[in-house]
């Protein structure tokens, strides 16, 4: 079995419930205390033994490619001022992993951007974080889904439960137990109404996919939203080859939605060494 050293990161979304900020900023790189939402994405992707990572990005986005090269203007600044460390911390930014950028030229879905790194991926399996979810774990959840992927030899589904409210929104998924936590997959669903969900099993920002998924996404017609979903090309691996779904551990946020960033960036900065106690009584003054 080819072990997995390739991850794939969609950016290009619009942002459109992030507007009016979205306008002039990527979501992708509004900030959780100091760190671009990007940024966790790609230390995810590199702890779970990631090397080679792409981003697919589209019009506006160029500050997501900016934030992972080097800056010499902050390099001459820092190491002029006696903080080579701080310079030596800016750039292993863009030393991380070998990262590369490709730019989805039209807006039509998830599963059309991922079919975008064909040629990058190759025939090899790869991991796919969705760039709207940030999840902060101890084990990270690429790693999380590796585990289940290297034991079963299928594609892998980071999923969560979700209330019938939400899974209406996403997507629902049909399910039988392999072991704690680990799911044999049979169906699934995008954005399913009431009468047709299988569970409230959904895939929330993260999948390992065998090369396979391209000459599906190749054949699959537009769907939910008018768009080529992901989740339609999974169903397909599914039915025929077979997929596993991973109950992972972490707290997910939704940071393309304005009340998850803010979420993300009190809890996150409860935890921050320099914002953590400051900010722990700020709020407590706040709400009292």
């Not at 969609?10 to 990007?38: F, H, S, Y």
């Not at 879905?109 to 399996?125: I, M, N, R, T, W």
């Amino acid at each position: 079995m080819k072990k997995v050293t390739k991850a794939v990161i969609p950016a290009a979304g619009l942002g459109t419930r992030m507007l009016p900020v979205a306008k002039g900023v990527p979501k992708e790189m509004l900030p959780i205390v100091d760190k671009p939402c990007m940024h966790y994405l790609v230390e995810e992707a590199v702890a779970s033994g990631i090397t080679d990572i792409l981003i697919i990005t589209g019009r506006g986005k160029d500050a997501i490619e900016d934030y992972f090269d080097y800056n010499l203007e902050y390099n001459n600044k820092l190491c002029a001022s006696g903080k080579e460390e701080l310079a030596r911390e800016m750039n292993a930014i863009a030393d991380m992993a070998n990262i590369t950028f490709l730019r989805q030229k039209e807006a039509k879905g998830l599963g059309h951007a991922v079919y975008c790194a064909k040629s990058f991926v190759g025939d090899e399996p790869f991991a796919v974080l969705y760039g709207d979810d940030v999840i902060v774990s101890e084990v990270p959840v690429v790693k999380q889904l590796l585990d289940v992927y290297y034991k079963y030899g299928l594609g892998v589904a980071g999923v969560k439960g979700v209330t019938p409210e939400q899974i209406v929104k996403y997507c629902s998924l049909k399910v039988d137990p392999l072991e704690q936590g680990v799911y044999k997959v049979s169906d699934m669903i995008e954005k399913p109404s009431p009468d047709k969900i299988f569970s409230l099993l959904s895939i929330l920002g993260r999948v390992v996919l065998p090369p396979e998924i391209f000459d599906i996404l190749e054949r699959t017609p537009r769907g939910a939203g008018n768009e080529i979903q992901l989740t339609d090309a999974m169903r397909e691996l599914a039915v025929t080859k077979g997929m596993t779904a991973c109950e992972f551990e972490g707290k997910r946020y939704d940071i393309g939605s304005k009340l998850g960033l803010l979420m993300a960036n009190v809890e996150q900065g409860l935890k921050h060494p320099e914002t953590g106690e400051a900010f722990r009584d700020f709020l407590k003054r706040l709400v009292l």
